[in-house]
């Protein structure tokens, strides 16, 4: 069964950058598209970007588009997300997860991590 764990997270201030980090076990990611979404404290869980498993396309939300961007390593089983020009707003916990196909909505991803922490703050 497929495992998620996310790591990469921190305190950054506004303007500055982080890298997080989606590693996968016990299956290859070549065979699911791969979202990242996020959660503030008291907001739903918002969808910020996903990765095609059969191309390689990438999709992100208006909020990030721009300023994140989505990859992936087939070699390491891991996609990233590289978050740069941060915002406070864009504070909240962090969380990938697997599906079918890149869909908006978490129903449609079956396979999540724990989450990590993204803080933007000066």
């Known amino acids: 069964q497929l495992q998620l764990v996310e790591s990469g997270g921190g305190l950054v201030q506004p303007g500055g950058s982080l890298r997080l980090s989606c590693a996968a076990s016990g299956d290859s990611l070549e065979h699911y598209p791969i979202a990242w979404f996020r959660q503030a404290p008291g907001d739903k869980r918002e969808w910020v970007s996903c990765i095609s498993y059969i191309d390689g396309s990438t999709y992100y939300g208006d909020s990030v588009k721009g300023r994140f961007t989505i990859s992936k390593d087939n070699a390491k089983n891991t996609v990233y997300l590289q978050m740069n020009s941060l915002k406070p707003e864009d504070t909240a916990v962090y969380y990938c997860?697997?599906?079918?196909?890149?869909?908006?909505?978490?129903?449609?991803?079956?396979?999540w991590g724990q989450g990590t922490q993204v803080s933007v703050s000066s």
């Open positions: 997860a697997a599906g079918a196909k890149c869909s908006w909505y978490e129903e449609g991803y079956s396979y």
